[in-house]
Each structure stands twice: as structure tokens, then as C-alpha cells.
């Protein structure tokens, strides 16, 4: 066998986690060998333990795409079982429950609405959005996934004031 080959054997058997020993012994190399080349071929092996992990994340089905459609399948499925039940038969308290938490559910979707349009908020009503949203998600009345959206909105919005109002300056 080549060196070549011993060399590219010695990666694969390395990236599976086979001690020097081991692979000295089905290679055919001393120890000292296979510490040189670990040292040579340091960033192959890692490349190749990669390439293998996400070999078996594929394989079992454990990357993200994987996982989440799993998760909406049985969703979709748990829907469709839903679909055919009738509710009337759950008890008053496990009914109430549920109610609590599918309110709550769509509390944390809902924005309020703000009565005009954001371009034309002043400085002073951007900084006073600002207090409100703060104060609302302090009070949980938003998620903070929510909060993040809006707080977002607001300082581009603050931003744009800023630079329109030094925009003005300079006309002058």
C-alpha cells in the first residue's frame, strides 16, 4: 500500500475515533508514524470528523430542516385528529385550561396598532413609543420576540429623523 493510501486510511480511521494503537495495527505503521502524520494531517481529520457527523445527523434525521418537519407532521396529523373530536366531551376544567392558554397565545401575537402612520411621528413621539414598548414588555403584555420587532422599527425610525434633521441643517 502506498503512503498515500496509509495516509488517507490513517484520516478515515483517526476521524472514527481509533486510537494510535489500533490504527498502527491495521495500518501496519509504528506509533511514532501515526504521531507525525496526526500532526500533518491535523486539519484533514477534523474536516473528515465533520463530514461524518453530518453523515449521521442526515442519517438520523437530527438536523434542523429534519427536526422541524417532523415536528409539523405530527402537528398537521395532531390538527387532524382535533379536527374530529368533539370538545363538548373534555371536562369543564381541562376546557377552561385550554381556553387560558390559546388567549394567551394570541396576546402575544397581537400589536397594537398605533393610530398613524410611523413616518409621521415626531422625535419626541418615537422617543415616547419607546417608553410605552419598554414598559409593556417589562409588563409582559408583549413577547419579547415582539418587543425586538418593534424596538427595531423605532430606532431606524429615530435614525432616519436624525439624519433628516441634519439633512435640513445643511439646506441652510
Do not use: N
Amino acid at each position: 500500500m502506498k503512503t498515500t493510501d496509509k495516509k488517507a486510511d490513517f484520516i478515515e480511521l483517526r476521524a472514527k475515533g481509533l486510537s494510535y494503537a489500533k490504527v498502527a495495527e491495521q495500518l501496519h505503521i509504528s506509533k511514532s508514524t501515526c504521531s507525525s502524520w496526526e500532526q500533518e494531517l491535523k486539519a484533514q481529520i477534523q474536516e473528515r470528523k465533520e463530514a461524518r457527523l453530518t453523515e449521521l445527523y442526515t442519517l438520523y434525521g437530527m438536523e434542523k430542516e429534519s427536526r422541524i418537519e417532523r415536528v409539523g407532521t405530527a402537528l398537521a396529523e395532531i390538527d387532524k385528529a382535533l379536527a374530529t373530536k368533539d370538545l363538548s366531551e373534555l371536562p369543564a376544567d381541562t376546557l377552561l385550561k385550554l381556553k387560558l392558554k390559546y388567549e394567551q397565545e394570541l396576546k402575544a401575537e397581537y400589536s397594537e396598532p398605533t393610530g398613524q402612520a410611523f413616518t409621521e411621528l415626531t422625535v419626541e413621539e418615537i422617543i415616547e413609543a419607546l417608553t410605552a414598548l419598554y414598559k409593556k414588555q417589562e409588563s409582559g403584555t408583549i413577547s419579547p420576540a415582539q418587543a425586538k420587532a418593534q424596538l427595531a422599527t423605532l430606532t431606524s425610525l429615530l435614525s432616519a429623523e436624525k439624519l433628516k434633521s441634519s439633512a435640513d441643517l445643511w439646506e441652510l
